[in-house]
């Protein structure tokens, strides 16, 4: 697991090998073992090392025998040694046993295609100095991230925003769309980022740039196919899960260092720890982190599971709401990203990384087998559709003021009345109302000055967008396959990634391994929405990993306690620096709206918790521009 930097010049002028080691120390985090620079004419790669396999072979960036081909690369390809073998076959000659080397002799047989044969999680660039040709790549999933920008003189791209800031001729100009986006949606969504001029390049793309003629290629070379449904039985696609999950987590156990796995006490951390220690040979080493919240602490559950399978298990209570820590992980961040449960998860990969290098995580089990409490909530309130939608929404609207305010998202006040308002919105807005976090009213009446002459589409297209472009025939899948689009990559990926490797930690997640993801899609709904059972064929297919206790238990989330803390411990905070910060000086927000806002939550008039978080770590997020 690395960290990747790479400058290629359009007009054939030198890179200077300065900015490339200027970019590359940007990101020393994501790689302390070691550094690399590689720099030809107009272009240039640097890497930044954190070694798990061949440590010590394996440097970057590398090249082929010739050193016509060179790569920088940030992941880890789990059936590199098959695809090592097959290329031997074939002729190629191999100096290392990394994966690395891997992609590169892939490439100088199979060019772009070579990204087709990888099984695992990463970005790369190579540069191919005989065709003269930028090839950038990333996973299937959105594992690893790939940031760049490209302004007709230059390709500049790395695994992160602080490395690109770093560059000279990198535009700093707000992106208002993504600014609008990321309000709703906590993250900003590919392909966009914050900075007009700067693009993440989406999950299983590639960006091919030929020099010689001036030409680029953005390409996807793998989709999820909820529309090829298999004609398995319910008891066949239980076995196979078993097999293709054990397989999964077994190649995921390659590692020259230590390695352990995050047990929160869910279904999903239960399967992998569970199949980790029924396929190694010693005590898988677990960690938990607790919080003294017990709305919000699963220790209880995760000592079971620990106990279960005699695991190495290490646990601690931890303080999230230490503020220093929140303006440390926006500036790793880099652009506005505001899913709370960054905060106990950057935690949890410092306790982890304190013992281990490398740990597996069960993310991803909730989009690809229907976990979500919201994929029941669209299940049941279309139900509510027969009644036209002038009289629903009046209808509901009463039920609601009947009810006490919601001032606290996870009370169960808070989730009726989530529950109301998605049955009293229209069919084709119903989803983005149940996800986002800031209505569309709420930002026309906050926005100042800023947004004057703003124009652009709301988010509720970008997600109707992506839902009429699904594959899926099933109204709830073609939710579940829009989530694989956005949410996944957009916020949970970008969190563990961001998270973990701010901490030196490698993360692997056995659920994203692109065949789960397909053997998911090719199930029917029923096999993983049975009633009101969420997950359900993954219940019944690892029924003897799961302790009967977790089976009972309320999901809880990996959550801290917002609407609490901007009514205790960041009360001033919140007023400080929202109501005299540059957001509202920059007239981001109008003062007076805002300060409302703030009033009615901090008086339990009602729930702002989310809008406040967003609109705070935007607040730092810009002040953190100043010192870039």
Known sequence: MCGIVGIVHLDGSPVLPEILASMNSAIIHRGPDGEGIWHDGPAGLAHRRLSIIDLAAGKQPMTNEDGTVWITYNGEIYNHVELRRNLENKGHKFKTSCDTEVIVHLYEEYGRDCVTFLNGMFAFGIYDVKNRVLFLARDRMGQKPLVYFSDGKRCVFASEMQALLKHPQMSREINLQSLHDYFSLQYVPHPDAIYSKVKKLPPSHTLEINLQFGKTRLNRYWKCRFDQ??????????????????DAVRIRLMSDVPLGAFLSGGIDSTIIVGLMARISGSPVKTFTIGFDDKRYDERKYARIVALKFKTEHSD??????DFSLVEKLIRHYGEPYCDASMLPTYLLSAFTREKVTVALSGDGA???FAGYYRYLVMKYSQFADFIPLPVRKSMFSMLTGILPPKTEERAMTGHIHRILSAAASSSDSRYIDIISRFSEEMKKELYGDKFGDFTGRSTQDYIQALYLNSNAFDPI????????????????????????MSCSLELRSPFMDYRIAELAASMPLSYKQDGTERKH?????????????????????????????FRKEWAGILKERLLEGKSV?????????LEKIITKHQKSRADYSYPLWAMLVFELWLENQTGN
């Not at 899948?477 to 973990?500: F, Q, R």
């Not at 000086?585 to 709206?593: G, L, T």
């Open 366 to 368: 909730d989009e690809l």
């Open 537 to 565: 064929i993954l219940r019944e297919a690892f029924s003897d990993l799961i302790p009967p206790e977790l089976l009972k238990r309320r999901k809880l989330g990996f959550g801290v306690p917002l609407a609490s803390w």
């Open 585 to 593: 000086k920059e007239n981001y927000f109008k003062k007076e709206v």
């Open 477 to 500: 899948e073609k939710i579940m396959d829009t989530d694989i689009n956005s949410y996944l990559p957009g916020d949970i990926l970008t969190k563990v990634d961001i998270a973990s």
């Open 316 to 321: 601690k209570i931890v303080n999230p709401s």
């Open 229 to 246: 449904k298999n004609d398995m039985t319910y008891e066949e696609a239980k076995i196979l899960l078993r097999q293709r999950m054990e």
